[in-house]
């Protein structure tokens, strides 16, 4: 039996990689209370179940406590089980429950609070939120869902799905400075130093993915010393890194626009990691822009 866990602060996205699972043939069971986890994987089992996707929340906090050790003891028995938490800042997620006029499920506000008061309540809901699902965090693939769209989303989680389990998996992750930094990332390097393409007239429009601007990067002296530093640097500690039993681990590349130089280091490591480890990249920027145009390879891929 293959268990995906989904966890992750309220308003971040889980009922769409519930979704997401359930089109790759998952049965789905969302707000299942923790003490019913073990009994409904004897079930699924007896029934020859195969594929067992479970969405808890906070709405269970006071029985959350009991989710790790429970998780062990079905590794235990067999079961391949993957955790993923889905997270988002504080700011998007104020924002969203404020679009959509719902309550958030440790909120107490009264609806006679001026709109400052029901602010700072929703902050406060947040903050113990996430206090109270840290654990699980900790033990977990994160997914930053602040500035992704759902098709995004959907990408990332069934990219997750087809990593292997058993080994520990890199996750390469462009971005652009200007939107933020991913909330998932485990380092982060800062590449905006490095020789822009986007100031040379017939690159502009192009990405790090394109043949002119892969030339261009690779005649930089600067930008091969920070892809060997980084590489250097990933493949000294990625051994004890799996040794202390990580399963995932995000490197987020940032540059001022996300489109060239972030890009083009995150292909070259993937390449350069993918004959010996587990690799997922995406292109955080790209796909924002132009969800429609990018294939795939250019949101989530899995390199095995």
Partial sequence: ?????????????????????????????????????????????????????????????????QVPSQLAQLKIQGVQVDCLFLDASTDTLMRRFSETRRRH??????????????????????????????????DAHVIDSSIIRPTQLQSYVKSFIDAPGEQLTLVFESFAFKRGVPNDADFVFDVRMLPNPHYEPGLRDLTGCDRPVIDFLQQQADVQTMLDQIHTFLDHWLE??????????????????????????????????????????????????????LGSEHVATRVV
């Fill in 1 to 65: 039996m293959h268990l995906v866990l989904i966890t992750g602060m309220s308003g971040s996205g889980k009922s769409v990689a519930l979704n997401a699972l359930e089109d790759l043939g998952f049965y789905c069971v969302d707000n299942l209370p923790p003490e019913l986890l073990l009994p409904l994987i004897k079930l699924e089992r007896a029934n020859e179940a195969g594929n067992l996707a479970i969405a808890m929340d906070v709405r269970s906090a006071a029985s959350l406590p």
């Fill in 105 to 138: 499920p440790l909120s107490k506000t009264d609806t006679s609070q001026n709109i400052n008061d029901q602010h700072r309540a929703l902050a406060e809901a947040i903050e113990l939120e996430r206090e109270l699902l840290s654990e699980l965090r900790a």
């Fill in 240 to 293: 004890a890194m799996a040794h202390n039993h990580r399963s995932y681990v995000t490197v987020a590349i940032g540059c001022t626009g996300g489109q060239h130089r972030s890009v083009y280091l995150v292909e070259q490591l993937n390449t350069l990691f993918a004959p010996r480890w587990s690799t997922l990249k995406r292109h955080r920027e790209m796909a924002a822009r132009h969800p429609d145009q």
